[in-house]
């Protein structure tokens, strides 16, 4: 059986994760949660999760007419579907330009890769994002305008143009695998595996990267500066898994995928929640998932706290 | 709640096949209707040289090996009246005014090879009347006479049988008179030993007759191999037949066939003798043409027939009771199930990425109902359609909705231009369904452009590929018209088909994609316990 390995090095597949873990472990009622931004937004808020703060959340085309009035306060922002995946749909300005001329103001927006926007182009990607271009299934959709995270000083030698972030596997609450996703120039900066970014599996009882891929392929160095990639010790390595593993009790989905960026100020904050996580985690890490979501069993969890959780999962993964 | 989900599938995967075994053991019946041959769509037209007022022509007669349906004869100015006394019919064309215009006879013809092996020793003596002018005697010089009467000698020996007679003659033609066109008459080719196909024929048809063996001269159409033009006319040619046993026995020296047609002969007349001046090319100029028809090839008819007579229950849920513009629609319906069977194969156990969930199969019907050819032509357009609209209407900042729709649109508008320049109309207004699986794979086209952008060239083609991929797949399985017939004349078989994909539903392995994506995450895996096996000695 061609098979045989796989299995033997316990690596979850597509329908496995389907129909033992999602199907079984996630009620779809908890679904939009998940799967709409502004929703993960308000649940956080509540829990006392920090997220990156929203400066507007735009759901008609009406309120597109004074955009440039609302954005020009602003250094930077991100705008984002609420239901968007794979980072589909985001673009992420830097700087915003005011221009005099005759008497008219005219708003000139500068992309993270230096690239400028009309106001009426911004205006046009949003009805896009509304009319349900990015979003899950085709369905209307709403936009959110986000405040841009700086990314923190550790990376910067490990990243090329975007912020990277921190994806953990939570299995009934517990952290079971994580990686820390590199954008690289083939990435056009955006941390998104399928587009070219670094995949750095990281060891769960220390926060030190252990293996990297591009692609499937294991690497040494980053491509573009030439860092090595193993051995990178990330900070606030414990409040990290502490905030994943809060997610658990706040959207209660058995199987889900927790991203986390590192700012500069607050330490780690939430970016966003995936229901369906991929499966690409397990070749950053050389390591399969199926023996360690067997370790997990969900009946002993149930009165255990987030923290008492992370212990578990510090000590085993 | 496994051990349910294991017996409801059990029930739906064995049930409809106890009922096919039930239906053809205990009721009868066949699983399948009887398959219907190949016809032929024939075509005759033929005017007469000079003046006349009436004109006759042969016409196919059914007999051994030939049935005949839907003939036509068109007849607006003439009166037409047709003579199928004899062996052979003639129909005959007559107006109060000279005929100018060409007359016209079609007809479906089903030929099937006429053999027969063994035919035994004949010794009759004496035959009906009926039969006398199958035995008279042409008028022959003296000389070519003698020479026949040479002949006889050398290759006959006097005391045989009628069929051992016919027998050495027709080796003698087929084998000692070598074929030459130019050669045109009994005496030259005596001289010769050579002579036409008619002239064979005709050869062949005195020695018989000489012998007191019923003979005559047949006038045949070869019909056009699949190679050749439909449009190629086709010529009258000849063989014989002789009367062996009560039975008229087919005989062909110019083409070496004893007591065998093939079924690419048509004999349009069995005797030469009556129709020689009729077809004499100098009274009259014709065309023939004929042309494969793959027309009803499982006779419905007759099995609705069967089916109804069992009077099972069976008759009662049968879909050959439906109406038949339903019975066709329903023909294709039934191929649906089975392609989303190919398609959950192709998705769930193969892992082949596609857009949209079932985009392929409405692919599959839309190069169905038209053509492979055709069909990938005309999606291929439609994909360039969708990715050059998002790059001209991406200045316009239009919203989403109205832009798809505009695709939309451009598709029909297509599909209006072809079927104005296309010289095939036909093929669109009888197919009227044909292109709303198009038309809906459309919707989903933009999305090709979005991922473009987003996920690269390479993505992009993979998944457009393994669309195609899964489409043509199908498309080969609805190509198999058994399959077609089997599952509408045994519609049970869907529950077997929901039994599969439960079964599909359940898997929870690897898929064939997987063994790929992580190759080298098993290659890599494999270096590092090497390496840790070689740092312990």
């Known amino acids: ?317 | 709640m496994k051990k349910i989900i294991v017996l409801i599938t059990t029930l739906l995967i064995v049930t409809p096949l106890a009922m096919l075994l039930y239906k053809s053991q205990v009721l009868n019946l066949s699983l399948l209707p009887q398959m219907v041959d190949d016809v032929w769509n024939f075509h005759l037209t033929a005017r007469p040289k000079g003046d006349h007022t009436s004109f006759s022509f042969p016409i196919p007669k059914p007999g051994p090996g030939i049935k005949i349906s839907d003939e036509r004869i068109r007849s607006k100015n003439f009166e037409v009246f047709i003579d199928s006394n004899s062996d052979s019919a003639l129909a005959t064309w007559s107006s109060k005014e000279p005929i100018k215009q060409r007359v016209t006879y079609s007809a479906r013809i089903d030929l099937k090879p006429l053999l027969y092996k063994n035919i035994p020793k004949d010794y009759t003596e004496t035959y009906p009347k009926g039969l006398n002018r199958y035995l008279k005697m042409p008028t022959l010089l003296p000389e070519d006479v003698a020479a026949i009467n040479h002949l006889e000698k050398a290759i006959l020996e006097g005391n045989e049988d009628k069929t051992s007679v016919v027998r050495k003659i027709y080796y003698y033609v087929e084998e000692e008179i070598q074929r030459n066109t130019s050669i045109k008459t009994i005496h030259e080719t005596l001289n010769t030993g050579k002579g036409s196909p008619l002239i064979k024929a005709k050869l062949f048809n005195i020695m018989a007759r000489r012998q007191k063996v019923p003979s005559r001269v047949v006038v045949m159409v070869r019909m056009p191999d699949l190679k050749s033009s439909a449009q190629a006319k086709l010529r009258f040619t000849f063989a014989n037949e002789v009367f062996l046993n009560n039975k008229w026995i087919p005989i062909d020296t110019n083409r070496g066939y004893f007591g065998e047609r093939p079924d690419n002969f048509m004999v349009i007349h069995r005797n030469y003798e009556e129709v020689e001046k009729i077809i004499s090319k100098k009274r009259v100029s014709y065309a023939i043409q004929a042309e494969r028809a793959r027309i009803n090839r499982f006779n419905k008819t007759e099995f609705k027939k069967e089916v109804i007579k069992s009077d099972s229950i069976f008759s009662r849920l049968s879909l050959y009771r439906l109406p038949l513009p339903l019975q066709t629609m329903f023909t294709t319906i039934m191929l649906i199930p089975i392609g989303t069977l190919v398609l959950s194969i192709a998705r769930n156990l193969i892992g082949i990425p596609t857009f949209g969930i079932f985009t392929p199969i409405l692919l599959t019907l839309f190069f169905k109902e038209t053509s492979f050819g055709f069909g990938f032509l005309f999606f291929s357009v439609v994909v360039l359609i969708g990715i050059g609209e998002r790059y001209v209407l991406d200045k316009f900042y239009l919203l989403a909705v109205p832009r798809l729709s505009i695709i939309l649109t451009l598709v029909i508008m297509l599909m209006i231009g072809y079927s104005l320049f296309s010289t095939d109309i036909a093929f669109i207004s009888q197919k009227h369904l044909a292109f709303f699986p198009i038309v809906i794979v459309t919707t989903n086209i933009e999305r090709l452009s979005i991922m473009l952008t987003e996920e690269g060239l390479v993505n992009t083609l993979k998944t457009l590929f393994g669309t195609l991929v899964i489409a043509i797949l199908g498309y080969l399985l609805y190509s198999i018209h058994a399959l077609e017939m089997f599952m509408f004349t045994n519609p049970e078989l869907l529950f077997t088909i929901i039994g599969l994909l439960i079964l599909i539903g359940k898997y929870k392995g690897y898929r064939l994609s997987e063994f790929l994506r992580f190759r080298d995450l098993v290659r890599q895996k494999k270096k590092q316990t090497e390496m840790i096996s070689n740092d312990i000695p």
């Open chain 1, 1 to 317: 059986m061609i098979f045989r390995e796989l299995k033997e090095l316990g690596i979850l597949g597509i329908n496995n994760r389907v129909g033992r873990y999602i199907l079984r472990h996630n009620k779809r009622s908890n679904y939009p949660l998940v799967d709409n931004k502004v929703l993960t937004a308000q649940r956080a808020e509540a829990w006392g999760i920090a997220m990156p703060e929203n400066y507007m959340i735009v759901e008609n085309y009406g309120s597109l007419k004074n955009l440039h009035l609302k954005i020009q306060d602003y250094d930077s922002f991100v705008i984002k579907p609420a239901n968007g995946s794979q980072g589909n749909g985001i673009i992420v300005i830097k700087e915003i330009i005011k221009e005099e001329k005759n008497g008219v103001t005219r708003v000139l927006c500068r992309r993270s890769n230096d690239k400028l926007m009309e106001i009426e182009e911004v205006k046009h990607h949003i009805s896009g994002i509304l009319s349900g271009l990015y979003s899950l299934a085709g369905q209307s959709d709403t936009a959110i305008i986000q405040a841009k995270i700086d990314k923190h000083p550790i990376f910067d030698n490990y990243s090329y143009g975007g912020i990277p972030d921190i994806r953990v596997i939570v299995f009934e609450g517990y952290p079971v695998m994580s990686m820390v996703r590199l954008p690289t120039k083939s990435s056009d900066g955006r941390a998104n595996l399928h587009q070219g970014a670094i995949g750095a599996g990281i060891n769960l009882s220390n926060g030190c990267t252990n293996n990297a891929v591009i692609k499937n392929q294991v690497v040494e160095f980053h491509p573009d500066t030439g860092h090595k990639l193993v051995g990178l010790q990330l900070p606030f390595w414990r409040e990290s898994l502490e905030l994943a593993a809060q997610c658990f009790d706040m959207v209660e989905l058995g199987y889900l995928g927790v991203d986390i960026v590192l700012t500069p100020d607050k330490g780690p904050i939430l970016l966003e929640l995936n229901a369906r996580p991929g499966l690409g985690i397990q070749i950053a890490n050389l390591a399969g998932l199926v023996p360690r979501l067997e370790k997990i069993r969900p009946q002993a969890s149930k009165n255990l706290l987030a923290r008492e959780r992370v212990d578990f999962s510090m000590e085993n993964f």
